[in-house]
């Protein structure tokens, strides 16, 4: 694997904060996060790991002639004081030879088997070298014509989207045994496409499909038609034809024993959030990250990080709004930055390419029930939710 040239961590300076941890938390950190030897022994304390973040993360300053030592010491404060944390990568590849800080992307898939960018084998080789990095991945294998069907230049029939499924299972349980860090996954189907029913019980046994969360694409012309309790055509993505025509509340039944089973197939739903895509002018939202936080586009990764909320209470047990306001906007800045000292995966450029267009950041909280407990809110209760709400 490619390795980037890393920049020197300057020395921690004097007079930084020490995070506090109890026991149980500093030793997560070390076994997790720390910087070790050929010989497994700890290089770092868990200070200087922060530092080691604040500071490379804040190189990326320079692109705009900032000030790298301030903005380090700035963004130091803030993972140190438990105000903001980033996600686990940036922690464990911020300043080091891999550098890559994402956890999770989304690759697309066409109805090719390798000559198109996207083609089914050429998307298992650029998620496997991202599965080597750690990294997880999300795929709608919405576009792949359903199982069966004639494919012209072979004269033979089409695996279908679950066989391709189960390839890429098999696949990513390869390298995960490798010995690299295990990457989530996460397949998403349409609900109109031919073999959802397919999709829906593709892990029925638990031995099956292992490496995967799987989850329905489901529209509002379906929903409807669940709540109207009428037929849904099922279509063929390659031509557009009507396979076949079912009762909508069959496949949502299935969808409900299925999950009531065994927690899957989870449900996406795909209207509502390209009705609020920011950039619906490069690309429809197919599929999420494996966790199912953010709709992405292709090629796009997820740059995230929290809020700590437990830590922005002020005099008197009320919430400190200024600081949680300067934590939010620190924070940002942060994450921006980690959009561009990323270092991705340097066999996919349109991994960088795609990050570098649309900046996409996601930002969320934790803590919220500490910080109802300290100023006296009780949780699940209507002022909670009024509380909640204005927090946000």
Known sequence: MEEKHVVETLPIPEGMATIELNDNARTVLMKRY???DADGQPVETVEEMLWRVAYHVALAEQEWGGDVLDVAKQFYNLIATKCFLPNSPTFTGAGTPLGQLAACFVLPISDDMGRDSAGIFQTLRDAALIQQTGGGNGFSFSCLRHKG??????????????????????AFGEIAQGGSRRGANMGVLRVDHPDICEFITCKVEENQITNFNISVGVTDGFMQAV??????????????????????????????????????????????????????HLYQLEATNPCGEQFLGPYENCCLGSINLAQHIGPGKKVDWEKLSQS?????????????????????????????????????????????YQVGVRYGSEEAQEFAAQVM
Do not use: C, W
């Open 34 to 36: 720390i910087r070790r």
């Open 328 to 372: 939010v906007t620190l924070a940002t800045r942060f994450l921006d930055d980690v959009v561009t000292a990323n270092s991705y995966v340097p066999a996919l450029p349109q991994l960088r390419a795609a990050a570098q267009q649309a900046r996409r950041i996601g930002l969320g909280i934790m803590g919220l029930s500490d910080l109802m």
């Open 227 to 280: 709540s109207d309790d009428t037929a849904f055509d099922l279509i063929a993505p390659h031509t557009g034809d009507i396979v076949e025509t079912v009762q909508a509340r069959e496949i949502f039944d299935l969808m409900v024993r299925q999950a009531h089973n065994n927690g899957e197939p989870g449900v996406l739903f795909l209207d509502t959030a390209n009705r609020s895509n920011p950039l619906p």
């Open 149 to 170: 069907s004639l494919v012209h230049s072979s004269a033979g029939q089409a695996t279908g989207p679950v066989g391709f499924l189960r390839v890429y299972d098999k």
